[in-house]
């Protein structure tokens, strides 16, 4: 059997409250042996990595989610700071980024977090992880004006031009979910140029569950299904698939 890394996905959310120790066994038995849990605000962070502490192939990240933006405290950043460098299981700061399709916060405070969390990267030498949404030309602009030789990744992703070209010019790294799977995915192009070792793969769980699980509630034991997905556009193999964004995920987290 393949092994896989399901590279970002939601452990701490309410959805699995009941289950997540069978959910956890599930994945094993499906060969998802590595995971990262991802943080939306500080104390969905300082809950991930209690989730993740004493667990083998299990890490997480520190940040504040474009959506939480507007009721971050004015010290957050630092928080994330004292919390990532202190901690070898916290292996990314995010997620982050922009959302201007729900608009949860306000744009100009999306803007500052998003460019206090690349600075905080940058500083810590720890990958960035970015949530993009209906804000391509705002995205590029921030990859721009980061710090040299900040790394991270576009999560999810399912499209963007103007951010893509900026990300794999940064020699960042571009993720994509169950979303592959749909028909209504337009992003095969852009899947198509994202060179093999910058390639991730995730569930986003427990939201977009992929073919032939849509409508259920999304697990990392799924993330084979996204490598099948992605497979099939790269008209290649899925456990070479799940192979290779396991060495890249593995090489992006600074982890084993």
């Given at each position: 059997?393949?092994?896989?890394?399901?590279?970002?996905?939601?452990?701490?959310?309410?959805?699995?409250?009941?289950?997540?120790?069978?959910?956890?066994?599930?994945?094993?038995?499906?060969?998802?042996?590595?995971?990262?849990?991802?943080?939306?605000?500080?104390?969905?962070?300082?809950?991930?990595?209690?989730?993740?502490?004493?667990?083998?192939?299990?890490?997480?990240?520190?940040?504040?989610?474009?959506?939480?933006?507007?009721?971050?405290?004015?010290?957050?950043?630092?928080?994330?700071?004292?919390?990532?460098?202190?901690?070898?299981?916290?292996?990314?700061?995010?997620?982050?980024?922009?959302?201007?399709?729900?608009?949860?916060?306000?744009?100009?405070?999306?803007?500052?977090?998003?460019?206090?969390?690349?600075?905080?990267?940058?500083?810590?030498?720890?990958?960035?992880?970015?949530?993009?949404?209906?804000?391509?030309?705002?995205?590029?602009?921030?990859?721009?004006?980061?710090?040299?030789?900040?790394?991270?990744?576009?999560?999810?992703?399912?499209?963007?031009a103007l951010a893509?070209?900026?990300?794999?010019?940064?020699?960042?790294?571009?993720?994509?979910?169950?979303?592959?799977?749909?028909?209504?995915?337009?992003?095969?192009?852009?899947?198509?140029?994202?060179p093999k070792d910058?390639?991730?793969?995730?569930?986003?769980?427990?939201?977009?569950?992929?073919?032939?699980?849509?409508?259920?509630?999304?697990?990392?034991?799924?993330?084979?299904?996204?490598?099948e997905a992605v497979?099939?556009?790269?008209?290649?193999?899925?456990?070479?698939?799940?192979?290779?964004?396991?060495?890249?995920?593995?090489?992006?987290?600074?982890?084993?």
């Amino acid at each position: 059997m393949s092994e896989y890394f399901d590279s970002h996905c939601h452990l701490t959310a309410a959805a699995f409250s009941g289950d997540l120790d069978e959910t956890l066994l599930r994945a094993l038995e499906n060969g998802v042996t590595r995971w990262v849990t991802i943080a939306s605000n500080f104390e969905d962070a300082q809950e991930a990595l209690t989730l993740v502490k004493d667990r083998p192939g299990a890490w997480s990240t520190a940040g504040v989610h474009p959506h939480e933006a507007g009721e971050a405290p004015e010290d957050v950043i630092e928080q994330i700071r004292k919390l990532a460098s202190t901690q070898e299981k916290v292996v990314a700061i995010g997620e982050t980024g922009l959302d201007f399709y729900y608009d949860n916060a306000p744009r100009d405070v999306q803007r500052r977090l998003f460019a206090a969390h690349l600075a905080l990267g940058s500083e810590l030498d720890l990958p960035v992880v970015v949530h993009a949404r209906a804000a391509d030309g705002d995205i590029a602009e921030a990859l721009r004006s980061m710090p040299p030789g900040t790394s991270g990744v576009l999560h999810c992703f399912t499209g963007g031009a103007l951010a893509f070209q900026e990300a794999l010019e940064a020699n960042w790294y571009i993720s994509f979910s169950g979303i592959a799977s749909f028909k209504s995915f337009e992003a095969v192009e852009l899947l198509r140029a994202v060179p093999k070792d910058r390639l991730l793969i995730e569930t986003d769980s427990p939201y977009l569950a992929p073919v032939p699980q849509r409508g259920k509630r999304n697990e990392p034991g799924y993330v084979p299904y996204v490598a099948e997905a992605v497979a099939c556009h790269l008209k290649s193999d899925p456990i070479e698939i799940g192979r290779l964004t396991s060495e890249n995920a593995c090489r992006f987290y600074g982890v084993r």
